[in-house]
């Protein structure tokens, strides 16, 4: 119902910037959480950042301060500014909506963030 394209992954720098976008189509209600995911070599799924339909933030203690989460005015679309990228943020970065009441999740296939030191 829901489909998820992310796009802006890459290589980059230490203390680079890079800007991942994710783009919601289909069924999407307007009560919903979208946010970011990460995938380490070798380490467990974590969260990054989500947004609510209302715009409330929330970020993973390792990344406060230096990544930011959005939507767009037609809250379809979600954004993960991330600045001052450090070696260990490369990862698989996994884009998400999950519907507020249900609790049903869809993600994204993935967009590979690589950070050289």
């Known amino acids: 119902q829901v489909q998820l394209v992310e796009s802006g992954g890459g290589l980059v720098q230490a203390g680079g910037s890079l800007r991942l976008s994710c783009a919601a189509s289909?069924?999407?209600?307007?009560?919903?959480?979208m946010g970011w995911y990460r995938r380490a070599p070798g380490k467990q799924r974590e969260l990054v950042a989500t947004i609510t339909s209302g715009g409330s933030t929330n970020y993973a203690d390792s990344v406060k301060g230096r990544f930011t989460i959005s939507r767009d005015g037609a809250k379809n679309t979600v954004y993960l500014q991330m600045n001052s990228l450090k070696p260990e943020d490369t990862a698989v970065y996994y884009c998400?909506?999950?519907?507020?009441?249900?609790?049903?999740?869809?993600w994204g296939q993935g967009t590979q963030v690589t950070v050289s030191s």
């Open positions: 998400q909506l999950q519907r507020t009441m249900s609790g049903y999740t869809y």
């Open positions: 289909g069924s999407i209600f307007g009560i919903n959480v």
